[in-house]
């Protein structure tokens, strides 16, 4: 299965900001399905922000206005900008893509982002 890699998190005060990156298996990258997770310690992963056609968008309610996905089809990678961070985003970040019910990727590892003072 194709895979993904993940960097760019870190420890970051609240109020700060990341840009994480995904970099995907060129033949398998999906611009317009490629998506953020995250999974916070004791919790479910949950979507951050995906695309979800060419043009289109969208983003977890506790996320947006502060977090902007973009992709460079050129270098087949996904970018998280991360802005106004809070500690309840604390977090593995994951990327992946969706094709109907199965994943295009397998799991990476992730980045983990600590948002702490």
């Known amino acids: 299965q194709a895979q993904v890699v993940e960097s760019g998190g870190g420890l970051v005060q609240p109020g700060g900001s990341l840009r994480l990156s995904c970099a995907a298996s060129g033949s398998s990258f999906r611009g317009n399905a490629m998506g953020w997770y995250r999974q916070a310690p004791g919790k479910e992963r949950e979507l951050v922000a995906r695309f979800t056609s060419a043009f289109s968008t969208n983003y977890a309610d506790s996320v947006k206005g502060r977090f902007i996905i973009s992709r460079d089809n050129n270098k087949n990678t996904v970018y998280l900008q991360m802005n106004s961070l809070k500690p309840e985003d604390t977090a593995v970040y994951y990327c992946?893509?969706?094709?109907?019910?199965?994943?295009?990727?397998?799991w990476g590892q992730g980045t983990q982002v600590t948002v702490s003072s």
């Open positions: 992946n893509a969706q094709a109907g019910s199965t994943w295009v990727f397998s």
